[in-house]
Structure formats: C-alpha cells, structure tokens
C-alpha cells in the first residue's frame, strides 16, 4: 500500500512488541511495590517506586515512537489501531506525571485526599492492560482472547453441522475452517497482513495488495493457492516459516473450491462435481464415517504400547512381530508358515488367543499355512484394527470368513488356498473397507466373481 | 605378524579413529611391559567372560534384543512395501522400442535429428563424431493394452497382458551418460563407486524379517553378455558388512563356499562357531570395530544358509503350471525366468530386497535384433511374476521395479538401413516402471517430447525415484543417513523428491 516508508523503520518498527514489555513491566512492578509497602507498613519498599516510574515512563516513550513506525507499515485496521494507539501515548504521559507527583514536582493540595500515588499508579495499571489488550488484538485478532474460553461461546454463524456429504457447503463446511485455522491469524479484520484479510466474502474477493488472490475457475494461477504450493524455504511461502503448513488435504480442498466450485460461497457439494479423492478428504474433515470413501487410506489408531513380556510371550509362540511405524505401538504380526503342523488346529487357537493380549496394536495379520479352523477366526474377528489379514493356505470354509464382517479397517483379505466357496463373496461385501480379495485356488470362479460386479464391491483376484 | 597388527588399527573413519585412540600410550605400556604373564592373564579373564556370557543368554534375551525398538526410529511411516524385487535391466533397454510410442517418428525416416532437439547435449564418443545423426522410428509395432489402454511393443507380448498392473514412469532422467557410472548412480545414488546399494541401506535401515536368509539376495542371470556387472553394485559401501548383497548363482552351488568340504560331516559346526564367537567378542571387546560384528553375524547367517539356501534354491517342488507361466526356460536354473521364479521363493521366505540383473540390454547395433533376443528371455519371466505375486496376494505388499540405468537415442548409431539402425546411451529420457504395493496401477507419469529426447512434462530424476522408493518402505529418505568421513551421507544425498503423483 505505503511503500513510501523506509526498510530501516519498518524494522525498528517490528521491535515495538517486544520494548513493549519493558514498561508492563516497570509500571506494573512500581504497583506491586506501593501496594506492597502499605500491606506490609514498609515505607522501604517505596524508595524504588519513582526509578520504576522513570524507567517505564522512557520505556513507554520508546514504545510509542516504534508503535508508531510499525503502523506506517499499513497493515493494521484503522480503527483498532487508533484506540491503541492513543491508550499507548496516554499511559506513557500519565507514567510521567506519576512520577513527577511520585517526586514531588507536583502538588496539588486539593486532591491530597486522593492519595495521588496509589490513585495514580491504578490509572496507570488500567490503562496498561486497555492498550495491552488492543494491542495484542492487532497481532492475534479479535476473537483470539476468548475463542477457547468456557463461558459466553457464541457462535457468530451457527453452522448446521451435516449428516451427509452433499447437503456440507463447500465453503462454510470445508474452506472457511481451514482459512480460519491456518490464515485468519495475520489476515483477519483487524490484522491485515498485506492488507489481504479472509474475514468475510467481500474481503477474500477483493483480495490483498497484488492484487486478486482467486481467479475463479483457475487455482493453478490463483495467488492463494500458488502461495501455499511454494517451496517452503521461498520468501513469499503461506503461511510463513514457523507456522503450520497446510496439509496435501487442505490445498486439494481450496484447489476443489476454486476450480470445482468456481470459488463460489454458496456452493454445496451435492451441486459441484466432486471427485473420489475430495469426497474422502471432506468426509473426514466434517467427520462423517469414512466406510463410503474408496481409495482414500483408513487413518491409523492410537494405541497403547506393547510391553516387552507381551511380545516375549507372543514370540514363544511362534509369532513375529515388526513394529510399523516407529514408537507407534502398530505391529505386524507373522506366524511363519508351518509353525502348526496338520491335525492339531487347537495348537492354532491356543496361539491365537495370545493375541488378544495386544489386540488392537496389530494392523496386518499373516497367519498363512498353519491348519487353522473355522473356529479361530473367532479371535481375528476381535481385532479391531488390523487392515491387511492373510489366511492363505488354511482349511477355511465360508463360515470362517462371517466372522471378519465386523472389522472396519480391513483393505486386503488373502483367502488364497482356503476352501471358501462363492458364498462368502455375499460376506465379503458387508466388509466395506476391503480393497484387494484373493481368492486363488478356491472353490470361487470367474462366474461368481462377475455376478457380484457390483460398484463399491473391492477387487477380486483370482489368478490363473 | 606385528605389522599386521598395526595395519587393524587404522581406520579412516573418524569414530572408529576415537576408540582407536582410546588404546592409548598408557593402555600400551600397561599389556606389554608386564609381559607375557599379562598376557596370559587378559586371555584368562577373557576366556572366563566368554564361557560365562554365551551360556547365560536365555531366550528371552535373545528375543527382546531382537526386537528392541529400531535403532534408528524406523519406519518414520506406515510403509506401503514390506519388501521389493528389482528387475534391473543392465545396458540400458530402448524406451521408444518397448513403451515410449512415438508414431511421427515414422514419416522422418532418415531425416537429421534437429539441432533444436539435441539441444547442445555432449554425445558420446561412439555416436558423436558420426557426420549425421539420422532419425530411426523403432521397427516395432505398437498396440494398447488393458484398461489402461498402455502403449507396448509387440517385443513384449506377455507383459502386455498385465500392463493394468503396471505404474510407467516415462520422463526418467539420469546424470551419466556411461554405463558403470550410469548403473552405479542408479544402485547407490553416486556415481562413483563406494556409497551403499539402495539394498544395502534398506537392510540397514528396516533390519530383517527373516532369520535364515540374507536380507539382501542379487541373483544374476547366467551368460550374461555385454557390460560387465560388479558387486559394488549391490555393495554396503560404508555401512556395516552384513548389510551387502548376497550374491546366488546358478546351479549345485548357489552360494559359493557354503557347502561343507568333502570328508567333513558338519557335526561340530556349531560347537565351532560358539568357539569363534566368544574368541571375536574379546576381541570386540578390546577394539570395537564394527566389522568384527558384522563377521561374527556373517558366520551364524552362513551357518543358517547352510540348510535355507539348498531348500530355497530347491525348484522341484514348484507344480508344472508355474513352471509353464515363467516359460521353458524357468526349468534351466541360472536363467532370467528361473531367477524370477526363485526371487518369488525368496520373497515368500521372507527376503527384503532382491535383485535381479539381466545384461545385454546394450544394442548400438542392430537394436530390431538385439531388443527381440533380450525380451524373449526376459518378457515372459517378468510378466509371470507379477501373475503369479498377485495371485498370492503378494503383489499387495511387493514392490516390483524394472528398468535399465538409461535410454537410448532416436537417432540412429551406425548405418541405418529400413530394418536395422543402432541406438547409443541415452540419459535425458527413458523409461523405467514399477508396480505393486502402494503405486497406482495402470498409470503413467511423465511425458517426452516426439522424439522420445527429452522429457516434457513431469520429469523423474533417479533421486527423485529413490526417495519414492524409499518412501514406500516407511522411510523418509532424508533421514535414513550415515555418519562416514565426518558427514552424513543418505542414499538421495542431499537430492530428492517423493514423486506423490505415482502413489495410491
């Protein structure tokens, strides 16, 4: 806007936050002090008062004048700015007659009364916290204080929260949450950071001092999102280095807004072609079960850790277990092949019964080639957590796999080599979550497989 | 013998210098001037700590040792891959012959390649001081495949049947223009020889998910003309011995030098290699050095493969129609196809990464020829294998890789002729694919211009390519690093860029 105002002062500017703090300081502690030497009837305490005054008095005046060469920067709104602005040079100059009554310099025997110290030193904490509070306003905006307190929540525009994807507003649902948390800070109705604030339509469409952030249509060449996609050690990076980043999700959704919905502010999704990936993506930021998204990858629970005894003991059964993720508590877990040899399937459900113990630390399962029986996919069954399970090569029948139905997380089932028939393809599609079924050297053929094309239905392999 | 002694003792690597240094002046003076009876008694002491402390390990040491936390906090993520086979196709196969159709090379038969094109690249010296640089479309026919309507050449009519499985990378890009550099980069991430194989750094990074095998086996095709292969290609440069490639060879011996020696039954074995050990963990005791820990490993895995190595390399129990899918010669061990098939086996026994090397993928002349000799010994092992890993379910979390350390030129090296032309090395654009856990299937990323010279859209450079690969396995290329001659070295060194595009 002003790029009149020379670099030097704009950077002896950016120091006002922080002398700030200088006369907070003094002024607040010449309180304490008085206070304190009247509660404790120790006049001894007061000899620091006038130095404290002195000294938050120059520091407040040093305040003032990079206040000051920090606004000419133009980024602040107006009319905040003023209210603080004119607080700041009030408290500074009662600071200074504070002291000069402190001294003596002043007297008024009329208001003797008064008390003149204690009177003017509460002035001088008043007006401390009124500029402090508009001033911390500029920096972290308005509602900052108060946004997370308990009492008097008001919610600006109650948004409906939704049931379903189609009915969300692609703006209010899915963008306005997103600006809010990772923009609003510097760009907001009172802080405008490159005179650029997202607070309401008007504000986002007139866009900052480049001019327009949105080209409707066209997210590729809009400002907005060819900002965030910079690479982060670039100068003109959003958000700057230090605060968080946007998520891959974030910009696929301000990407789906701009050139999906055109940018449009009334948009909902049911009336804007959205794609599987973006569908998935809303689905978790508004929260709405995630079972009707294909592709998009089932987020990892928290777990508790597992302990060393556990594993020991699960490693005396034959078990291996490799931890996914690092200081996740997410495992797999291996029982090699042949670890239960034919004719003693109980062997098999004693072992499996182990791992209950840390049933929902593990995410993929291989039990394959280890004579297990219908009846011990009762104990997978219980897992909740598992999303790679492989049966292959155990004499499983239809029955075994009823018991999966209830495991949300499960994306590829391997019944390769088991004796399922195709009646548990009509089991297989209550799992929604299943991605990839191989069902080689089973009693399902290719008829069956085709009879069951339905849509959502995972992929069937079948091999040769 | 005292020279010797002291050669042990330098090391050009920094930490491995402190602990040196630690056997200090005083250290010395202290075991040799009390003379020979110190020396006996340090032996005591040691012999004493080393039949108290085998003996004393019980299971569950064993056991939580094993599976103490990952050193080195890995996976930084939830992997896609649990392991990976590498179909490394050495010489550099032609793109624009098998995959990277190019139809208007066709009417600029014989026309000079523009100098726009070439753009003031430095050719080599076998095809640079050619007077002319013809044009020379490929001899190939081109049809589509699958759903994914993949363009492939009539050289490799079986993996054209499973090209929906397939993720084409097609704006691959190198730094060396030679063959050793060119396949050394491509292995280890430099061109020069010395820095670890991508193998070697997964074994280092991830451990091992099996106890009998290697977590890293290279199986190389047998006859294999053309540009030589060396084991510092599937070499652990700086990191710790045992985590190198394991090479297997064709026939009775698989592994050399693991079969017992004629007259000897193996029975004291075991009771040997203790012996050994506890003479070694003195000896790490009193030095340090980490390769005496990779040797004592390296002797109890070869004690392991003993027995693992003849039942994996054992094909007999493979039924006939396995047999059939990887093609006849999937029967004669030492082959493309049977190293294919035995890759298999070795994945399912739980092998982390193995790699294949096929040679002769050179052709500067008679590429027609030259490319339909390679792909009738490759094409029908490799597209059998992704069959058969799917069918297992396996393909679900293998990564599969194929491809050569560059391209080849549009234009022709030598006499061109309507049915013969050469093709020399070329870096700026080939293709490579992968295929498997966590890459999309039936995709293709990245475009060349009409000439199939340089890469138009979505160039992948051989980082970028490694810290995807990386990134499949749960690690974050940019810290899997090791510290060597007072820096930190990764694999993408400090390049790199997941290529998220390619993922699921």
């Known amino acids: 806007m002003d790029n009149s105002v020379p670099d030097f002062v704009l950077f002896l500017g950016r120091f006002h936050p922080l002398v700030v703090h200088l006369p907070i300081g003094f002024l607040f502690f010449a309180f304490v002090l008085e206070v304190f030497s009247r509660w404790k009837k120790n006049p001894m305490l007061t000899t620091g008062i006038p130095l404290a005054l002195l000294l938050g008095a120059i520091s407040g005046a040093v305040a003032c004048v990079l206040g000051y060469m920090l606004s000419l920067s133009g980024d602040y709104e107006a009319d905040a700015l003023d209210t603080h602005f004119w607080f700041g040079i009030a408290t500074t100059a009662i600071a200074f007659l504070a002291w000069l009554i402190r001294i003596e310099k002043i007297k008024i025997a009329k208001l003797n009364r008064l008390q003149p110290n204690i009177s003017s030193l509460t002035l001088l904490v008043i007006l401390l916290s009124v500029t402090g509070h508009y001033g911390g306003n500029l920096t972290h905006g ?52 490159g005179s650029l604030s997202f607070h309401d339509s008007t504000a986002i469409l007139k866009g900052g001092k480049n001019g327009k952030i949105l080209i409707s249509g066209n997210a590729s060449e809009s400002e907005m999102i060819k900002r965030v996609l910079l690479e982060p050690h670039h100068d003109d990076f959003m958000p700057p280095e230090g605060k968080t980043p946007l998520t891959e999700e974030e910009i696929a959704i301000l990407t ?57 003991d699960l490693e005396k059964e034959g078990f291996t277990l490799r931890e996914l993720v690092f200081d996740s508590g997410l495992y797999e877990v291996v029982l090699a092949p042949n670890t239960v040899v034919k004719g003693d399937g109980q062997a098999a459900l004693k072992k499996l019964e182990k791992l209950l113990t840390i049933k929902e630390n593990i995410i993929w399962l291989s039990l394959e080639d280890n004579q297990l029986t219908d009846e011990s996919l009762k104990i997978v069954g219980q897992l909740p957590n598992i999303q790679k399970l492989k049966l292959n090569k155990n004499p499983l029948s239809d029955t075994a796999i009823t018991e999966l139905v209830n495991l949300k997380s499960l994306t590829s089932l391997n019944l ?33 497989i085709d009879e069951m094309a339905l849509n959502d239905y995972p992929e069937v392999i079948l091999g040769l | ?27 010395f003076l202290k075991k040799t001037s009390l003379g020979l009876g110190a020396i006996a008694l340090s032996s005591l002491l040691g012999a004493e700590k080393m039949f108290g402390a085998t003996g004393s390990k019980t299971k569950e040491d064993i056991i939580l040792e094993n599976y103490n936390k990952n050193r080195l906090g890995l996976p930084h993520h939830l992997p896609k891959a649990k392991r990976i086979i590498y ?236 047999f059939e899918l990887y093609g006849k010669d999937s029967r004669d061990p030492g082959t493309y196809a049977a190293n294919c098939l035995m890759a ?34 490759t094409d029908q092992g490799t597209a059998a294998l992704i069959k058969d890993l799917k069918q ?29 032309h050469g093709r020399d090395h070329h870096p700026k654009a080939f293709t490579m694919w992968m295929a498997g856990a966590g890459v999309k299937p039936g995709f293709s990323y990245g475009e060349t211009d009409d000439f199939s010279y340089n890469v138009i859209k979505d160039p992948l450079h051989v980082h970028d390519f490694h810290a995807t690969l990386m990134h499949l396995v749960g690690v974050d290329h940019e810290r899997l690093t090791f510290k060597h001659q007072g820096r930190r070295y990764r694999l993408t060194d400090v390049h790199g860029h997941v290529v998220k595009d390619l993922l699921t």
């Open chain 1, 416 to 448: 390769y080599g088991t004796q399922v028939t195709s009646k548990s393809l009509q089991t297989i599609a209550k799992i929604t979550s299943l991605k990839h079924v191989y069902v080689w050297k089973t009693n399902i053929k290719q008829e069956d």
């Open chain 1, 142 to 193: 308005s509602d900052y204080l108060l946004k997370y307190s308990p009492f008097g929540k008001e919610e600006k525009t109650e948004l409906v929260a939704v049931t379903k994807l189609e009915d969300a507003q692609v703006f209010n649902h899915l963008v306005g949450p997103i600006l809010d948390n990772k923009c609003a800070s510097c760009h907001n109705e009172s802080k405008k950071k």
């Open chain 2, 87 to 322: 179909l490394f196709q050495s010489g550099g196969p032609s793109q624009m012959d098998l995959f990277d159709y190019k139809p208007k090379l066709v009417d600029m038969f014989g026309k000079e390649l523009p100098e726009s094109i070439i753009g003031g690249q430095r050719l080599t010296g076998m095809s640079g001081s050619q007077s002319t640089l013809p044009i020379a479309p490929s001899t190939f026919n081109f049809k589509q495949y699958g759903k994914s309507k993949a363009w492939v050449s009539d050289a490799m009519p079986y993996l054209s049947e499973v090209v929906d499985d397939l993720c084409f990378m097609k704006g691959m890009q190198t730094d060396q223009i030679n063959h050793t550099p060119a396949i050394t980069f491509m292995q280890t991430g430099h061109q020069l020889p010395g820095r670890p194989s991508i193998g070697s750094w997964l074994s280092y990074g991830l451990g091992s998910d099996n106890e009998n095998l290697p977590t890293f086996i290279t199986l190389v095709s047998k006859n294999g003309k053309g540009q030589p292969l060396k084991s510092s290609l599937w070499g652990n440069g700086f990191l710790p011995t045992e985590h190198q490639g394991v090479q297997f060879r064709s026939g009775k011996d698989p592994v050399l030098y693991l079969s017992d020696p004629e007259n000897y039954d193996g029975n004291d074995r075991r009771h040997m290699l203790d012996y050994l050990g506890g003479l070694n963990d003195i000896q790490n005791d009193a030095y340090g050095d980490p390769e005496i820990q990779a040797r004592m490993s390296q002797y109890e895995m070869a004690f392991k493969m003993q027995t693992s190595v003849p039942e994996v390399a054992d094909l007999s129990d493979e039924p006939d129609h396995i």
């Open chain 2, 344 to 377: 298999r086996k070795l994945l399912e026994k739980g092998v982390k990464f193995v790699q294949l090397y096929h040679q002769g993928w050179d052709q500067h002349n008679n590429c027609p020829g030259g490319l339909k000799h390679q792909c009738k010994k």
């Open chain 2, 392 to 420: 297992r379910g396996m393909l679900d979390d293998t990564l599969v890789i194929w491809g050569g350390e560059f391209g080849r030129t549009v234009y022709s090296q030598g006499q061109l002729t309507k049915e013969n």
């Open chain 2, 1 to 27: 013998m005292c020279n010797d002694h002291h050669n042990k003792l330098t090391s050009n690597n920094r930490d491995l210098q402190k602990i040196e240094r630690q056997i200090d002046r005083r250290h």
């Open chain 1, 256 to 312: 789906y807004w701009i050139d999906n919905a055109k940018g449009n502010f009334d948009a909902t999704v049911a009336n804007v072609e959205t794609p599987e990936d973006i569908s998935g993506i809303a689905s978790t930021m508004l929260g709405l079960s995630s079972s009707v998204v294909k592709g998009a990858d089932i987020a990892l629970p928290t777990v508790s850790v597992v302990t060393a005894n556990q594993i020991v």
